[in-house]
Each structure stands twice: as C-alpha cells, then as structure tokens.
C-alpha cells in the first residue's frame, strides 16, 4: 500500500485551506486525514473507518470546503450527525477550516428554536449540518431543499444506526441527487452499517486506519472491583487520590447520573450532569462550561460518549461498566485526545463482582488486559468477592495532570 503523505501540503488542498489548517494549529495531518482527504478530494464516495479522536471531523470538512462554490448560495452540502451537540461540533469546525472563504453554514438540530434554521436556510447556507429528524423536519417545510448537493456526509454512522436513525438516514439519501457524492464515516463498521454503505453508495473506496486495538496508545486503563453500594464512596476516593485536571464519569441511565449528581450537591464545585433529557439550551450551557473548563467534573450518559472533541480531559471514570463494548471504546477515546497537549489520559472502570464477564468482554474489544487500580484508603469490595485475584499491583497512574488546586478535590 502506498504511504500516506505525511504534510497537509501534499494532499493537495488549496491555499486558503492551508491558511485556515495552520492557523487552526494542525501541524500535520492525522493518519485518517493524510489518508481520506486525498480520495475524497477525487469526488470518489469513501468510507473511513477510524477510532474515535483521530481527526475524523476534518478529514471530511476540508473536502467539502474544497468543493463548495463560493458564487452559489444553495444547499450543496449535507452532513447528518447523530447529536446535537456533535452536529454543532462539525459546524464550529466547518467555520474555523473555512477561515478565509465566505462560506455559509446552518445548524439544524432539535431542541432549538426552529426560526433561526429557517432564516439561516432562506438566506442561503452552502452547508448544512444536521440530525435526521431536524433535517427530515425541514425538508418536509420545503426549506431544505435537496436537487443541488454535491456532497453528502454520515458521520458516525455506526452510532446513528444504534440510536434508530436508520428510517430517517434512508429516507434523506432517497432525496439526494444520485450523481451525489457519499462519504461515510465510522469507528466500527458492523454488518447494519455496511448494508447501508451497499445500498446508498457508488463503489466506495474503503479506508481503515484504525488497529486490532481498537483503543487509544495514550490512554491508561483500569478497573476497580467495587460492591455496587460502594460505588460512590470509592468514586470520591479516586477523585482525591488522583485529582484529575478535568475528567467525565459515565453512568448507565439519565437517573444514576442524577443521582451521583445530587450526592455531590453542596460538595463540590465546578460540576454539572447532562443526559439527553436536558433541555438544549442546558445542554449547550453545560457543554460550553466544559469546554472552557469552567466544569472540571461532568457526570454524563453516553450522550456525551460520541465525537465529542475536548482536549484538556484527562479521567474518564465508567462509573457503570457499559453494556456494550463499543460504548466502551467511545467512551475512553474522550481522553488522550489528538487535540491534548496534556500526554496520557486515565480511564478507570468500576466492575461489580457480578460484572466479570463484562470486563472480560471490554478486554476482547481492545485487545490487552485492564490492570487492577491501586486504590489507597478505602476496601471498595469484600475480599472474598473480587472478580479476580491480583497478586502484584501495577505502578501508580502518572501523575502528569495533577493540578495544585488541593481543596478542590478534598470531597471526602
């Protein structure tokens, strides 16, 4: 296989684009990116098959930037998202990749007020980035209007079958210009993705730059055997012992996450919960916070496991081992993130004693065994019940993201 360029310069990209990647701070481009964007550029549908935080968002957003005529004011692109919060994710990035052309872009999720989509539309938006229920919504108010795309994107496609969205995806691409181009965009590609990719796509070009393990080289991983009425108090321990920078703990359900919220209530500052019965406009408050690190712990259900690009996490805690190993892996690549100049990241996993197999099976995902965290000043399980024994115990988890803050973390 011939060797992917390993500048942006040589993908053959214009000059305003170079402008806008290097002002963005790119320095060189990620293997997804030094992979894709040159078939992409080609007008060839594709398929790129990454793990999560690799750089998937501009590896299609620079093609479509190249391809957008500047002098026509209509919808020639469509990007579907599964989350809203991911849909405003690819336009913040649209926006800041486009830095030197007068590209338009409209948002178009639910949960927001409809009027500034439909302005947005009516004034003309080249690129519009979406979920499909909002995007299917305005293509039956005739606003969106479909016979001039010249691109069509899925991204996390794999995600957006999980959730349902299927009905939805195949009666937009139905919609879409046939001489169309199709890129499609995913972690995993299971049998119902490439089914999709068969029907809807013209002799794709497949790339896969993701490994046997599936999970991030700079992400620390481990569990902790814990009783399930444990689970909170060895949560607190953690948090004083390893005093994360900034970190996401994942719950189950939209109520364990609530309710690991409440318990905090009055202890701890610089904390907040989202779940996808928030409001959007609490959603985007929460997510705006975090971002700026003005949240340093976020309590989150896997409406935050997916896309979500912030660089200065450095814990992720599974708080509720995830049913599903690939929600595992989504989870864990929201840390030692391509944009992180912090170096490695933590993913810890609570596992109750019932929970075995589960560990077992995230194990077979990624390949490589969790090592037993060395937890100090708490017996989180009873002796006799751990999972599995561990004579020796691997090193403490590097230090490189504790910050001086001291009373912040003193929860207990």
Request: a neutral charge.
């Amino acid at each position: 296989m011939e060797q992917a360029p390993s500048r942006f310069e040589d993908l053959g990209l214009s000059q305003d684009s170079l402008f806008s990647i290097k002002r963005a701070g790119f320095t060189e481009p990620s293997p997804i990116q030094a992979a894709f964007i040159p078939i992409a550029l080609t007008g060839r549908d594709c398929i790129g098959q990454a793990r999560t935080g690799t750089g998937k968002t501009a590896a299609f957003v620079l093609p479509i930037l190249e391809r957008i005529d500047l002098e026509d004011p209509r919808t020639q692109a469509l990007v579907l998202t599964p989350t809203r919060e991911l849909s405003q994710q690819v336009s913040d990035e649209a926006e800041r990749l486009a830095f030197k052309s007068a590209v338009t872009t409209a948002c178009c999720v639910g949960g927001r007020p409809i009027r500034q989509q439909i302005r947005q539309l009516e004034d003309g938006a080249q690129i519009v980035i979406g979920t499909p229920g909002r995007v299917i919504d305005l293509m039956g108010r005739q606003l969106l209007k479909m016979p001039f795309l010249k691109l069509v994107v899925l991204d996390e496609a794999d995600r957006m079958l999980d959730i349902g969205f299927r009905p939805d995806i195949e009666k937009i691409l139905r919609q879409c210009p046939e001489s169309r181009q199709t890129l499609l965009l995913s972690a995993t590609l299971p049998l119902p993705v490439e089914r999709l990719a068969r029907r809807y796509m013209r002799d794709p070009q497949r790339i896969d730059v993701s490994t046997t393990n599936v999970s991030h080289d700079t992400i620390d991983q481990y569990y902790i055997t814990v009783d399930h009425h444990r689970k909170f108090g060895t949560l607190v321990r953690l948090l004083v012992q390893e005093r994360p920078q900034q970190a996401i703990v994942f719950t189950r359900t939209k109520r364990g996450a609530e309710e690991v919220h409440r318990r905090f209530a009055g202890k701890l500052p610089k904390m907040a919960f989202i779940h996808g019965d928030l409001a959007q406009s609490a959603r985007d408050r929460v997510m705006r916070q975090f971002r700026d690190g003005e949240i340093r712990l976020l309590i989150a259900t896997d409406v935050m496991g997916r896309g979500i690009d912030v660089s200065g996490i450095s814990h992720i805690i599974n708080y509720d081992i995830p049913e599903d190993c690939d929600d595992y892996v989504h989870r864990i690549g929201r840390t030692g993130r391509l944009s992180s100049t912090e170096g490695h990241g933590a993913a810890i996993t609570f596992v109750a004693p019932d929970e075995g197999q589960q560990l077992t099976n995230v194990e077979i995902r990624v390949n490589q065994m969790l090592n037993a965290y060395p937890l100090t000043g708490i017996d989180p399980v009873e002796k006799k019940r751990q999972v599995r024994h561990v004579d020796e115990l691997p090193p403490p988890i590097s230090r490189t993201h504790v910050v001086d803050d001291d009373d912040f973390w003193s929860v207990a």
